[in-house]
C-alpha cells in the first residue's frame, strides 16, 4: 500500500494562477480531508469529504474547490492563488465506521507570490 | 467560534525530565486525538480518546480525557532524543460530524 500520496511536493505560484493538488490513497477510506499548516496556527480545516460525490467545507474554504468523483481521488483545486494560500497542504484519510485515525500525506509545500 | 487551544505552545526540557502538554476545547468534544509530527514531517496519528475521564497509556506516554470532555493533556515521562516534534491535538465537536479542529500544538525540544 502507498497510502495517502500527494503531488506535487513542492509548487510556486504566481498571484492570480490557479492548480490543482492531487490527492489519492490506496485504503480503500471513505474519508478524506484537506488541511493548510502555518506557523502557530495548527492544522485547519478546509474541505473534507465522507465519501464520492459528497464534500462540506471546513473552517477556511475560501478560495478552494474540491470534488470527489472517486474514492481513492480527492483533489484541491486553488481557483486564483493569493500569497495568503501561502501554505503547507496536507491531505489526510480515515475509515468512516472505526476509530477515525487520521492517515496523513507527505504534504505539498506552497509559495505565491 | 469552535476553538482548540494547546499549552504550552513551545517546551524545552533537558532529556530525562517530564513534559505535559494540554489541549482545552471552547465546547464539549465528541472525541479527541493525539497526533505527533516531526520536523518536516506530517502528522503521525498516536492514540484516539472517546469516553469521559479515560486514560489511555502507550509505554512513557500518557493520554487523559477530562470528564467534562472539553479538555485533554499528554504527558511523556523520561523524555528522549526522539521524543522530538509538535504533538497536536484534534476534536470532533459535534457527534455524527467529521469536522476535526486541531489544537494549535505544542513543539518539544529535548535537549541531550
Known amino acids: 500500500n502507498a497510502g495517502v500520496t500527494q503531488t506535487p511536493k513542492f509548487q510556486v505560484l504566481k498571484t492570480g494562477q490557479s492548480m490543482t493538488l492531487q490527492c489519492a490513497q490506496d485504503?480503500?477510506?471513505?474519508?478524506m480531508s484537506w488541511y493548510r499548516q502555518d506557523p502557530g496556527m495548527g492544522l485547519r480545516l478546509i474541505h473534507y469529504?465522507?465519501?464520492?460525490?459528497?464534500?462540506d467545507q471546513g473552517e477556511v474554504p475560501n478560495g478552494y474547490n474540491v470534488s470527489r468523483s472517486t474514492t481513492e481521488d480527492f483533489p484541491l483545486r486553488l481557483l486564483s492563488a493569493a500569497p495568503s494560500q501561502t501554505s503547507v497542504y496536507f491531505c489526510?484519510?480515515?475509515?468512516?465506521?472505526?476509530?477515525?485515525?487520521?492517515?496523513f500525506g507527505p504534504g505539498t509545500r506552497l509559495t505565491v507570490t | 467560534g469552535q476553538q482548540v487551544m494547546q499549552i504550552p505552545q513551545y517546551q524545552h526540557v533537558q532529556e530525562g525530565e517530564d513534559f505535559t502538554t494540554y489541549c482545552n476545547s471552547s465546547?464539549?468534544?465528541?472525541?479527541i486525538q493525539w497526533y505527533k509530527q516531526r520536523p518536516g514531517g506530517h502528522p503521525v496519528f498516536l492514540i484516539q480518546?472517546?469516553?469521559?475521564?479515560e486514560v489511555k497509556k502507550q509505554k512513557r506516554l500518557t493520554f487523559q480525557f477530562g470528564e467534562a470532555k472539553k479538555n485533554s493533556s499528554l504527558h511523556i515521562t523520561a523524555t528522549q532524543t526522539t521524543d522530538v516534534g509538535t504533538y497536536f491535538c484534534?476534536?470532533?465537536?459535534?457527534?455524527?460530524?467529521?469536522?476535526?479542529?486541531f489544537g494549535t500544538g505544542t513543539r518539544l525540544k529535548v535537549l541531550a
Open positions: 489526510a484519510s480515515s475509515y468512516v465506521r472505526h476509530a477515525y485515525e487520521q492517515y
Open positions: 485504503m480503500n477510506h471513505e474519508y
Open positions: 469529504s465522507v465519501g464520492a460525490g459528497i464534500t
Open positions: 465546547t464539549t468534544l465528541s472525541n
Open positions: 480518546l472517546v469516553k469521559s475521564g
Open positions: 484534534a476534536g470532533v465537536t459535534t457527534s455524527g460530524t467529521y469536522k476535526y479542529i
